[in-house]
């Protein structure tokens, strides 16, 4: 099968499920629901109803439900795996491993907080369910060391062990930034591989992708951990974006907040630290909306390559993103529909 006909194929299919996402109206119906339980039994009115096929909508809870969500959209986005061949395919298979590595930060908070592995394991979407990592070592872990030692053999070990030779009240933020670095040289490998018009596509993408979570990166670090600039920069994403290595140089070396916010003054990305008061609220809300709508733009082009594939992941995960946000807001009680649609990525 030539790369155009199975491209074809692959956005028949991926226009058919996009065709089934939630509206604006599944979205307005599910504000205005009264109990987790109320979302569950919407929800098996829709493209969900396979997911939560056998499951009590009474009995549920948000963090069952929200497992349940994010384990159907791996198996929807798994079964693609058959459109694709060689160096499609391993790259698909590199998208599949950010399930692998938020699975892998969920164990580690927990692990830093002193919570169960076991119990916090039985809340995992990928690992145990695919890839080759052994989730009974990872979740029997009783320190980072022995969970990191669980990593030998795989794309993160090196990442990760440097970090348990060293011991300070900053390991959970280093470790997490430590697995997106990781997961990005990995990304960036196997991109490499793709067709120059599927890289150059990728690399538009993902480098507004780095820029946003290297911001945000830098902020929390000035403002909540007083990391040094050159921690910081250390840790930023590599990925071609708009703010150059010597631009996040210059803003990882920021004394304080207020003078990264007057430095981000006046560029296309000055709508992350406009409002004072929402700022720590709803900087991830105005990072993935802004690149929700980007995403919908490029998806128009109806490209036939692997960038219509690495769309549909992100959409996807949105959509799962903004159900579970309307899910916690009912859950706590928050029965204002104009803030609950202010927390979602999608604008209603």
């Known amino acids: 099968m030539s790369p155009a006909i199975s491209y074809a194929a692959v956005n028949t299919k991926l226009r058919a499920i996009l065709g089934l996402f939630l509206s604006n109206e599944d979205y307005m119906r599910l504000i205005s629901m009264d109990s987790v339980a109320d979302i569950a039994r919407y929800l098996k009115q829709t493209h969900y109803s396979q997911a939560l096929e056998g499951v009590s909508a009474e009995a549920i809870h948000r963090g069952e439900l929200e497992v349940i969500l994010r384990r159907y959209s791996v198996d929807l986005l798994m079964r693609l795996r058959h459109y694709f061949k060689d160096e499609a395919r391993k790259f698909l298979n590199v998208l599949y491993m950010r399930f692998e590595v938020e699975d892998l930060k969920l164990l580690i908070r927990a692990l830093f907080t002193g919570q169960d592995l076991a119990e916090a394991g039985s809340s995992l979407v990928y690992i145990g369910r695919y890839g080759d990592l052994d989730i009974k070592r990872l979740i029997s872990s009783k320190s980072f060391s022995e969970l990191v030692d669980s990593l030998k053999g795989s794309p993160y070990y090196p990442y990760l062990y440097p970090l348990t030779l060293k011991d300070n009240t900053e390991n959970q933020f280093r470790v997490e930034m430590a697995l997106d670095l990781a997961y990005a040289a990995i990304y960036k490998r196997h991109m490499e591989k793709l067709t120059p018009a599927e890289q150059e596509m990728i690399i538009r993408i993902q480098g507004m992708r780095a820029d946003l979570l290297n911001l945000q990166l830098i902020y929390r670090g000035i403002k909540f951990y007083r990391l040094p600039g050159d921690i910081l920069l250390n840790y930023t994403l590599d990925f071609n974006g708009s703010l150059s290595h010597a631009r996040l140089k210059e803003l990882c070396q920021c004394r304080d907040e207020a003078e990264l916010v007057e430095k981000m003054r006046n560029t296309r990305y000055n709508f992350l630290f406009d409002h ?27 490209r036939m390559d692997i960038v219509q594939s690495v769309i549909f992941f992100d959409l996807l995960e949105i959509e799962i993103r903004d159900i579970i946000t309307i899910v916690e807001n009912i859950r706590y009680h928050n029965e204002d529909p104009e803030r609950i649609k202010s927390c979602l990525i999608r604008s209603l």
């Open 276 to 302: 004072k008061k929402t700022r720590d609220i709803f900087m991830e809300r105005r990072m993935n909306r802004y690149l929700y709508y980007k995403l919908l733009k490029i998806r128009r082009m109806n």
